[in-house]
């Protein structure tokens, strides 16, 4: 009966351990050269498009830093995004309900956040194609 109980943990504790993986930052990514010719205001108007089109609610910070926040169901993610003509970070914040522990959490978030980088860079460059 012991046996069974210590096997019933281990497959609980494994299953738990196979929805977490490392928090994912992303920091100083760089933009192709030819965004140097868009305005910090564009550059700004684009990320918080890019953002908003995955449901992502982004606040301004200041120039060059927004908050944003992904809140589906009943988990919440917030990061950090900081941009200047050159690169652009996505740093985790806050999370509710991803199981962070301080290194570990939800693997839905990586998803979540590689999506908004890969959706930043991706308008952020067609944008500065356009201006060409």
């Known amino acids: 009966m012991r046996s069974l ?25 760089p933009f192709p050269s030819d965004v140097e010719k868009l305005s910090m205001e564009e550059i700004e108007a684009t990320i918080i498009e890019a953002a908003s089109a995955r ?24 990061v ?8 652009y970070s996505i740093i985790y914040v806050d999370s509710t309900n991803l199981n962070y522990n301080g290194t570990q959490i ?15 860079l991706r308008a952020v460059s067609a944008r500065a194609a356009l201006a060409n």
């Open 80 to 87: 950090a995004i900081s941009f200047d003509k050159k690169n």
């Open 5 to 29: 109980k210590l096997a019933a943990v281990a497959i609980v504790f494994a299953a738990l351990s196979a929805c977490t993986a490392t928090v994912q930052n992303f920091s100083n990514q």
């Open 55 to 78: 449901d992502w609610i982004v606040q301004r910070e200041g120039e060059g830093h927004l908050k944003a926040t992904y809140a589906p169901r009943s988990h919440s993610a917030e």
């Open 106 to 120: 939800h693997r839905n978030y990586n998803r979540w956040v590689n999506n908004l980088r890969q959706d930043i």
